[in-house]
């Protein structure tokens, strides 16, 4: 039967949605971090340091990844200490089937990817919203930090990273903080390897017949 199903790690807070016959429409891949691990802290770091030194040897798409971050002036761990937080959910990546956009699955994806991430301590998550869609879902309930006009991105010689950014012609950072009564998991769900849930109950199983469904105009993404 179509659903959600939830892949609980102890350090990610994924999510996906299949249809009635069991094919994969939308996927939301989070991770969890826990800003007082200082290990990872110095490993991001380094790897920071080193992006730019060693950008001749990266691919085009890795070029261009470390080309938005720093033009956001990205800093996950600056972000959490405003915040004061301790456990964020980061590192995201969502995506819907064509066939199944402007029903509101991404929405839904992010929103039982946020509660699985409350139920395991997070309370702070930050993303980039890099396409004009996933920025749409974004806008109704995060805060927008920061944009980058793809074409603002260049290279040494001046040259354009993105020459032919289509409609989506910038990303934009964006932060939520998370609350407790976000999530209807419950320990014990945590702890399942992978329990499949509804759109209407995180945590519990059920159908998902409206996910199909297209939504008025209005509500569309």
């Avoid at 972000?79 to 301790?86: L, P, R």
């Avoid at 974004?138 to 040259?159: E, I, M, P, Q």
Wanted: hydrophobic content about 40%.
């Amino acid at each position: 039967s179509s659903g959600i199903n939830a892949e609980y790690g102890e350090k990610s807070a994924c999510v996906m949605a299949v249809d009635s016959e069991d094919k994969i429409v939308g996927v939301r891949l989070a991770e969890i971090i826990d800003v007082d691990d200082a290990l990872l802290k110095l490993t991001t770091s380094v790897q920071d340091a080193l992006a730019y030194v060693l950008s001749p040897f990266h691919s085009d798409r890795e070029v261009i990844h470390w080309a938005i971050i720093r033009a956001l002036q990205y800093n996950l761990y600056d972000i959490a200490a405003e915040q004061a937080s301790k456990r964020v959910l980061t590192h995201g990546i969502l995506c819907v089937a064509a066939g199944s956009r402007h029903m509101g699955l991404g929405t839904e994806l992010i929103t039982q990817s946020e509660a699985l991430a409350v139920a395991q301590g997070c309370d702070l998550t930050v993303v980039m919203g890099t396409t004009l869609n996933s920025q749409a879902i974004f806008r109704r309930s995060y805060t927008a930090l920061r944009s980058v006009d793809y074409l603002d991105l260049k290279d040494s010689n001046g040259g354009y990273l993105i020459p032919y950014p289509g409609k989506d012609t910038s990303c934009v950072l964006f932060m939520k903080v998370l609350l407790p009564q976000q999530s209807n998991f419950e320990k014990e769900d945590i702890e399942k390897d992978r329990p499949e849930t509804s759109l209407s109950e995180p945590g519990k199983i059920g159908p998902t017949d409206e996910l199909l469904t297209p939504r008025d105009e209005n509500k569309s993404m």
